[in-house]
């Protein structure tokens, strides 16, 4: 750095390098500055009226009062508001009026979705159509019965069916003759041998004379082209009629449990999922 | 490294450092007071800047019982006389802004900034300020003169008359761009009785501010330093392009011509040097430096010109519209062997194509079918398939209709939920929609479906179709 300034009278700092760059003082311009300015106004503004800074665990509420929470509740207060006209008719009625009125029930269609996703979506699949295992609800194929009524008792009770277990009754022959006979009777097919086999072990007892099934108890219709547990077709069957469904001391029985909701959601909100449930599969 | 720079090194910072006193940029400080002449372009300039009452008076015109071109952006619909265009439709604003801006690439590139010298509100805005301002403050000369003055009552009234006017026509502005969106004949009573919503009064106090600060203030430095279509326009034009030029070879040698002295014996060029062309320029350039950012290409200049070219007794058109190309002599392909321009050109017929198909093809009832995404099918008990969909339909007439739906598709198909439906108007309504194929009957995996729609009930039968696909399991 130079000892004498050899650049006078024109408002540099005296930083001067390689002979003539050197670094002026001139004034910050003044927008820039009022800017400055009334940023700096802006965060005291912002502290007086807002909560801002923790002391402890909580912020100073501000003079405005204002807070995230109480915003989120105005929002949902404001949505209640809008549903009230369709939840204060609905609460009165039962599923099947519901069902019976259009406006009502494309409301309740509309709004139960995300109770759906929360609560049956992960067995049922997001559009009721299932997964191995867990039955497809979208179908017209009910194991306990789908009238609306049904529907909200099954999500309100819970289910649980019980086929034994018959791998140590018949041989691994009789149970491929059956097998072959239940997925016959869903293609139209007769087999006496095998309808011999259904009525000597009573399987009758529960699937029914016709073996068209049992709402009542959750036995499935064998006639028709759903299967219980997918994919369908004779090694499932033979696995099924080995094994049983929630047979107790079979350890590799089907396990086929639909838990009860009534501890988990309101009666109301089980009459609209009942609603929902219904009309996945049809109008 | 040398420490003297060599003599030529010098010689070229000369030559840069001359072109810099040269270069002159007005960045504001300097308030610009165009003289106004009349003449052809000038006549042009009044009937291009008219256009702009379109925007003024336009909400006032009613069809059918109300207003005939309405954004109505709280019930989301755009009237444009007997169409109502919902947002369903938007793909046709998508077409009229490609229309618009490739129109502007297109004519910029034919010639130059039409739309800054002729059309850009701020360059008629301006206009029609610096004209009331002449009419208070007098002349140019008179405005410079009164600009440095002591505060009197004569300067105080005159500043007070052309400032109240100029915040009339602010707020006229802002109140005009606010009629295009709610009803005009309302706005207007609301306005007198102060029931405006908030957003309206905020639209048209930013309106009035913006016009009176930009037009009233800012003038040329908007074009200058704020608009980027100015420099997006700048890079559009090419040797080819006619735009307002100096004809520097009729020109040059510029001088004063004195009396008594003939051109044949002066050998000098046609320019007198008068100055006239940069006395009218609205942004303060001289055209004889050539093309600049800061020309704006009005037009004016050739007015001026051409004007001191009768009083000297010589032809018009040393300053005119001329394309590089034709100054230096040389032929221009003709348009069509243009790539930017039959490029360009064609864009516009398509988009314009576009625009038309959509505005006549908007129906007053409309269907749109969503197929549902899970599940994509479901078997059913006797062995069908069924899929389910969401048809949407639009019902612009004023009534709710009943409507009928049936479809076509794979053989044996069958629609499982009401067929029969009432639609409400104004709107639209969403529903599910059932549809079931024998097992046996599914070929192939997907197939088309298409869903029929037609009206019961109303006078007039309106109807719509829309394909879309039948899903069954892998075969």
């Known amino acids: ?283 | 490294m040398s420490t003297q720079p060599s003599h030529s090194q010098f010689a070229a910072l000369d030559d840069l450092l001359e072109e810099a006193d040269n270069w002159h940029v007005n960045a504001g400080d300097e308030t610009i007071h165009a003289k106004r002449m009349g003449g052809k372009w000038r006549n042009i300039k009044w009937f291009s800047n008219s256009i702009w009452l379109l925007m003024f008076f336009g909400p006032y015109l009613r069809w059918n019982g109300q207003q005939a071109i309405l954004w109505d952006i709280p019930d989301r619909q755009f009237h444009l006389f007997n169409i109502t265009i919902l947002p369903q439709d938007l793909w046709i604003l998508a077409l009229v802004l490609l229309f618009l801006a490739i129109n502007l690439l297109a004519i910029t590139a034919f010639s130059g900034r039409v739309w800054c010298g002729f059309l850009c509100f701020q360059t008629v805005w301006t206009d029609l300020y610096t004209w009331i301002e002449e009419k208070f403050e007098g002349t140019p000369q008179q405005r410079r003169k009164l600009d440095k003055s002591p505060v009197t009552a004569s300067k105080f009234s005159k500043k007070l008359g052309k400032h109240t006017l100029w915040l009339v026509i602010a707020m006229l502005t802002g109140i005009s761009f606010v009629a295009w969106f709610t009803d005009v004949y309302v706005l207007w009573s609301d306005f007198f009785v102060l029931q405006l919503s908030s957003a309206a009064w905020i639209t048209i106090l930013m309106f009035t501010a913006g016009t009176y600060l930009l037009a009233g203030f800012m003038r040329e430095q908007v074009c200058m330093w704020l608009c980027p279509y100015a420099r997006i326009q700048g890079a559009m034009v090419d040797v080819t392009t006619i735009i307002p030029t100096y004809d520097l070879h009729r020109g040059e040698p510029r001088s004063r011509k004195r009396k008594g002295v003939s051109s044949e014996q002066e050998k000098s060029g046609d320019c007198v040097d008068c100055n006239q062309c940069v006395a009218v320029c609205p942004t303060g350039v001289d055209i004889r430096q050539g093309q600049q950012e800061g020309c704006i290409m009005c037009a004016l200049c050739i007015d001026a010109c051409d004007a001191v070219m009768d009083k000297v007794g010589r032809p018009h058109g040393l300053i005119r519209y001329e394309s590089l190309n034709g100054l230096e002599g040389k032929a221009c392909p003709p348009l069509y062997k243009q790539p930017r321009l039959v490029v360009t050109g064609s864009i516009i017929f398509a988009a314009l194509l576009g625009i038309l198909y959509g505005l006549s093809s908007i129906d007053a009832v409309d269907l749109k079918v969503l197929h549902a995404r899970q599940p994509l099918y479901v078997l059913q008990s006797d062995g069908s398939i069924q899929n389910k969909y969401t048809l949407k339909i639009l019902n612009k007439l004023a009534a709710d209709v009943k409507v009928k739906i049936t479809a076509t598709g794979p053989a044996g198909l069958k629609i499982t939920s009401n067929q029969v439906v009432v639609v409400q108007h104004g709107t639209v309504t969403p529903m599910s929609v059932y549809a079931r194929v024998p097992r046996k009957d599914l070929m192939v995996e997907s197939q088309p479906i298409i869903f029929h729609i037609e009206t019961m009930d109303s006078k007039e039968h309106f109807s719509s179709d829309r394909e879309s696909v039948f899903i069954g399991p892998k075969r």
């Not at chain 1, 992960?122 to 009238?147: E, K």
């Open chain 1, 1 to 283: 750095m130079a000892d004498k300034n050899p650049f006078p009278g024109e408002n540099n700092t005296g930083h001067i390098w390689d002979d003539n760059i050197r670094e002026l003082a001139n004034p910050i311009p003044r927008w820039w500055m009022l800017s400055w300015w009334a940023s700096c106004a802006w965060v005291v503004i912002y502290v007086v009226i807002y909560p801002s800074f923790p002391i402890g665990d909580k912020a100073p509420p501000g003079l405005l009062g204002w807070t995230q929470i109480e915003e989120f509740k105005e929002g949902m207060a404001e949505v209640e508001a809008i549903r009230a006209k369709y939840e204060d008719q609905i609460k009165g009625m039962t599923a099947e009026q519901i069902l019976g009125d259009a406006g009502l029930s494309d409301y309740t269609v509309a709004s139960v979705k995300v109770l759906f996703g929360d609560n049956c979506a992960a067995c049922h699949g997001s559009g009721g159509q299932g997964a191995p295992d867990f039955p497809v609800i979208a179908d017209d194929d009910w194991l306990y019965g789908g009238g609306v009524d049904k529907i909200e008792e099954s999500i309100t009770k819970g289910r649980k069916g019980m086929m034994p277990a018959h791998g140590s009754k018949l041989s691994v022959e009789q149970i491929d003759t059956l097998a072959n006979y239940v997925v016959g009777l869903s293609e139209g097919k007769e087999d006496p041998a095998g309808k011999a086999l259904f009525m000597a072990n009573a399987c009758f007892a529960c699937h029914g004379m016709t073996a068209t099934g049992n709402q009542a108890m959750g036995a499935v219709n064998l006639t028709d082209s759903v299967w219980r547990f997918t994919p369908g077709g004779v090694e499932s069957a033979k696995h099924t009629i080995t094994h049983g469904v929630n047979f107790p001391t079979d350890p590799e029985t089907r396990e086929a449990i639909m838990p009860s909701f009534a501890d988990k959601l309101s009666a109301n909100e089980i009459k609209k999922l009942a609603v929902y449930v219904y009309k996945l599969g049809q109008q």
